[in-house]
Structures are given as C-alpha cells and as structure tokens.
C-alpha cells in the first residue's frame, strides 16, 4: 500500500514537472526580447546557446508545436495514467472525487499559472536554459512535425526578428517614462528618424543670404567684409552666379589678412566644391559629412544651378532640437 502512495505521489510530481517546464518555457519563448537574443548570440560563438535560440525563434510556430504536443502529452496522457493509478489506491468514490478536484487545482496554479508568470519575467533565461531540451524534442518528433506542417503550412512560416520606426519610438518613449533612459535621449532618438524625411532644400541657407564673394578679387578689396561677417564659410563665385570656384573658409582668409597677404586672390585661398542635390536626404548627407571631413556643401538643383549652401551644423541642430521649421 505504501508503494503505492510513494508511485502515485511520483506520477503527481512527473505531470505537474513536466506541465511546469512546458508552460514556463511556452510564456518564455513568448515574451523573450528579440532584441536582446540578438545582442547576446553577436557575443558569442555560432553554436552558442545564443544562436541557437535565434534558430528557434525564427521557426516560432514550430517550437510552440513542440512545447504544445509535450504539455498535453504531461497534461492529458499523465492524467488518465494518474486517474486509472488513483481508483486502483483510492477505493472511495468521495476521496477519489475530493482527489480530483485538488489536483486540478494544483495542476492550474502550480503547473500553469506560476511558471509562465516566472517564464515571462525570465523570459531569456528560462528560453536559453529550454535551448538544448527543445532541440532534442524537435529531433525526436520531426517525422511527426513534417506531418503537422504539411497538413497546416501556417507553422512553417518563419518569425523574423524586425521592428520598425513608430515601434523604436515608441520604446524609447515607454524607456524615458520608467526611468531607464534619460528623456533627452529619448527626444534625440526621435528626432534621428526626422533625419529621414528632411531634405538639404529644408535646411539649407538660400543663395540669396549665402555669404559670396568674388574669386576675382585681390584680398585687400573685401577684407573689410570678411571681417564685420562672422558668417563661417564664404562662397567663391566665378564670372557667372553659378560658376562657383571654390568655398573658402573665414578663419582662413582671416588669417591671411593678419599675415598681410591683401595681394592674394580670394580664389587661391578657397577649397574644392562638393555638390549635393537639394533633394537629397539628410539622414544620407550626414554622412557624405563624415567621408570627407568637409563642413560644408554647395546645394544645386536638377539643372545644376547653385541654390543655397548648408553646412554640418545645419543638421546637427535637427539632433540638438534647435532647428524649427
């Protein structure tokens, strides 16, 4: 009689163990962040749990399969066994009753609730400890998971780890609001997105306010102008208004005048052009900024015209949260 508790009492712990783990690692897989999977599996080597857990989460509706099949396999399997072992050691019908209604209860709290309350606040750890466990199981029942797929294809569709704009905008926004990232960052965050939908045409300084000056002209005759404009950067006009010759940089010429060289063409004291279209992104002129190391770039239109100038500042003051429209 005593062994027979001691079994019924195993076959409880088995269903209610096995239920645990299946339902922990279900809410686990669930909830894990994509986006720290990721981070872990880079540090890591290829075959790192890591990286396998990827290969598990990119074949979602597979896994939970796997977990499905072995819960109810716990759930249901174990319970007839443990109901046909119950009647054989428990030969009354009221203790049998009393007997099965506590373990339901036990089995939806302890073998339900409780681990995918911890399988979802665990959620990395407890998927990465399942890694090993689940690829056996997926070895062990791929002759039937070959079938399930064939009759139902919407399992193998694979769940690709992505996230969009509105939805980084979103979690910096709920991070600024529970304290885990500073509310300035958040705000930058977002204003790197509005990179993307500003073009240098909004951004730039017209051609009428650009500072220019004649490439022509010895230094002598417009030093005057270079000094009562703090404007950084000049642009050297040729014989014609969009015949530009170069862009030449105030405290260069500045330091040609304390050096006395007034007999210097303003030509000879300018830098190469770089030319950007007035529809280009600024997101992608930000870094045409960082190859070349130039602070500065003649905006043209699509005939070739020269209609502004804009510089890094410009678009740092997009970041900053200086610029308005």
């Not at 990286?51 to 007839?80: A, C, D, E, P």
């Not at 959620?123 to 079938?147: D, G, H, Y």
């Not at 790197?192 to 010895?218: C, H, T, W, Y």
Request: proline share 3%; net charge neutral; with cysteine.
């Amino acid at each position: 009689m005593e062994s027979d508790v001691l079994i019924l009492i195993l076959l409880i712990l088995i269903i209610l163990i096995g239920s645990a783990c299946c339902s922990g690692v279900e809410a686990a897989f669930l909830a894990v962040n994509s986006m720290r999977i990721l981070e872990l599996a880079a540090k890591q080597k290829p075959k790192g749990s890591a990286n396998q857990l990827l290969k598990l989460r990119k074949h979602l509706g597979r896994t939970l399969t796997v977990i499905t099949i072995t819960n109810n396999g716990f759930n249901i399997i174990g319970s007839i066994i443990l109901g046909f072992y119950g009647a054989l050691v428990i030969n009354d019908n009221f203790g049998l009753t009393l007997f099965s209604i506590s373990f339901y209860v036990v089995v939806v709290l302890i073998g339900e609730v409780l681990p995918k309350a911890l399988g979802t606040r665990f959620s990395l750890q407890v998927a990465i400890l399942s890694v090993p466990i689940l690829r056996m199981l997926n070895t062990l029942m791929k002759p039937f998971l070959i079938l399930i797929e064939t009759l139902f294809p919407v399992i193998t569709a694979e769940n690709e780890i992505s996230t969009d704009e509105e939805e980084i905008r979103q979690m910096a926004k709920i991070g600024s609001q529970k304290g885990l990232i500073e509310a300035d960052e958040a705000a930058m965050i977002s204003k790197v997105f509005q990179l993307n939908d500003l073009k240098a045409k909004d951004l730039m300084i017209p051609r009428v306010s650009a500072p220019s000056i004649n490439g022509s002209e010895e230094l002598a005759k417009v030093s005057e102008s270079i000094v009562l404009n703090d404007a950084p950067w000049w642009v050297v006009l040729g014989d014609k208004v969009d015949k530009i010759q170069g862009i030449a940089k105030r405290e260069r010429l500045l330091t040609a005048i304390i050096k006395g060289e007034e007999r210097v063409l303003i030509s000879e004291l300018s830098d190469p052009v770089d030319y950007i279209p007035e529809m280009i992104k600024i997101d992608k002129l930000l870094t045409t900024f960082d190859k070349n190391n130039k602070g500065v770039k003649v905006v043209v239109d699509e005939f070739g015209g020269f209609v502004g100038l804009i510089g890094a500042e410009a678009v740092l003051s997009v970041l900053a949260g200086w610029w308005k429209k």
